[in-house]
């Protein structure tokens, strides 16, 4: 099916989907904090390592799940805009590639932006906390993460895709 991107697509958050996130987080918290009583001291270091770690992705979870309204992501001709990102709609002009990047089973589109334009961008402090280390594992762009939204992974980097094409004039 072929995707009409002369219109804007607005894309919501699911409260369904953030509430099976945000208990899938909540059992990866409780097994960690399992693993942190035990007896072992390596196996304590990897449940309290788990525990900080599952337990800052289950926060952020519940911040998104009670305080996102509205469109998450808006992709227009113009460009896209992931309000879990930046607050700044990127130009598919800024974009030099798009890619997909994977950690624990959960897909990123990963956006290369020109480095002058993205430093321009009033990225969230989230965004901009997680930039680096995100580069340091393969994932070198803004991510723009599909979990938690009424569109499906496959769905929204055939979109962004096709917009980012239409915009530089690729017919293929």
């Known amino acids: 099916m072929a995707i009409d991107t002369t219109r804007t697509i607005e894309i919501k958050q699911s409260p369904w989907r953030m509430v099976g996130l945000i208990a899938a987080g909540g ?9 942190a ?10 449940g309290w390592f788990g525990v900080l770690f599952f337990g800052a992705m289950l926060a952020v979870a519940i911040w998104r799940l009670l305080t996102l309204t509205g469109s998450v992501i808006t992709v227009s001709p113009r460009g896209v805009c992931d309000t879990r990102v930046a607050s700044d709609i990127v130009p598919w002009s800024a974009i030099n590639g798009i890619s997909t990047w994977s950690a624990y089973n959960q897909p990123a589109i990963v956006l290369a932006v020109d480095p002058a334009i993205e430093r321009t961008l009033h990225l969230t402090h989230l965004a901009r906390l997680t930039r680096k280390a995100n580069a ?13 939204l009424r569109m499906g992974h496959d ?9 980012w094409q239409r915009a530089r004039g690729d017919r293929g």
């Open 37 to 46: 009583l035990q007896p072992q001291w390596t196996v304590q270091a990897i």
């Open 155 to 163: 769905a929204l980097l055939e979109t962004i895709t096709a917009y």
């Open 136 to 148: 340091a594992v393969g994932a070198d762009g803004l991510c723009i993460a599909s979990q938690g």
């Open 27 to 35: 059992a990866l918290v409780a097994t960690s904090w399992f693993l």
